[in-house]
């Protein structure tokens, strides 16, 4: 089981309100990402980050923005929520792929929280 | 477009019984494939991973295997327990990107009846 938390768990708000979703890793992983999840549809990347104060934007679009001030840290916010943004939110993390070169398979191993789901009424 | 597509999206066996979920995909460059399971409202967790050198691995009761030329891979779940019903996402990680983008399956959601 991998030491990667996110909080709430569960989160019902209303519309116009802003939100942080919490991710933390006590793995010392420098990666770490965010995804989207809809029942029955696949993962899609939407935040990731190299390191403290890299942030990049993934491949699904997204009004969300995400911070790296600490490496074990990387909290997602919401400024104004609206009903389409009700989903799930998993965070990941994994270890540079400069320090885990040539081990076959480690490459890029993300290790999931268990996810926030996320209602907007 | 890289893409992975599973199949069956869904299915249901007895307790005990064997099953096979397909996962093809079209990522190139290939790095790796994974077979995650994801209980309802958690966060996938890895089952096994494959290189493009290996062609078959085995966690306990689930066993995977690996055709890097046809692109195909499977997970055979044997004696299924009622723990295993969960959603089973293939991923295939691309060799083209310091990132080692995840592209993810849409899952098999696997029911397991007593």
């Known amino acids: 089981e991998a030491d990667i938390y996110q909080t709430p768990r569960y989160l019902v708000i209303g519309t116009g309100k802003k939100i942080t979703l919490e991710c933390s890793q006590t793995?010392?992983?420098?990666?770490m990402y965010w995804y989207q999840q809809d029942p029955g549809m696949e993962l899609h990347l939407i935040h990731y980050?190299?390191?403290?104060?890299?942030?990049e934007k993934g491949d699904l679009s997204s009004e969300s923005t995400v911070s790296r001030i600490r490496t074990e840290h990387f909290p997602l916010t919401l400024e104004s929520a609206r009903p389409s943004h009700t989903s799930q939110y998993l965070c990941?993390?994994?270890?540079?792929?400069?320090?885990?070169?040539?081990?076959?398979?480690?490459?890029?191993?993300?290790?999931f929280g268990p996810g926030t789901r996320l209602t907007v009424t | 477009k890289n893409q992975v597509e599973q199949s069956p999206q869904s299915l249901i066996i007895l307790e005990g019984k064997n099953c096979t979920l397909q996962?093809?995909?079209?990522?190139?460059?290939?790095?790796?494939l994974r077979w995650y399971k994801q209980d309802t409202g958690r966060g996938p967790v890895s089952l096994t991973i494959?290189?493009?050198?290996?062609n078959t691995k085995s966690n306990g009761r689930y066993t995977a295997t690996l055709d890097a030329d046809t692109k195909q891979s499977s997970l055979h779940i044997t004696a299924s327990q009622l723990s295993d019903s969960a959603s089973y996402i293939c991923?295939?990680?691309?060799?083209?990107?310091?990132?080692?983008?995840?592209?993810f399956g849409r899952g098999t959601q696997l029911t397991v009846w007593p």
């Open positions: 990941a993390s994994s270890e540079s792929h400069q320090r885990v070169k040539g081990v076959s398979g480690r490459e890029y191993e993300q290790y």
């Open positions: 793995m010392g992983h420098d990666k």
């Open positions: 980050s190299y390191g403290v104060n890299s942030t």
């Open positions: 996962c093809n995909y079209t990522v190139s460059p290939f790095s790796n």
């Open positions: 494959m290189t493009f050198s290996e």
């Open positions: 991923v295939v990680s691309d060799r083209g990107s310091t990132l080692g983008r995840l592209y």
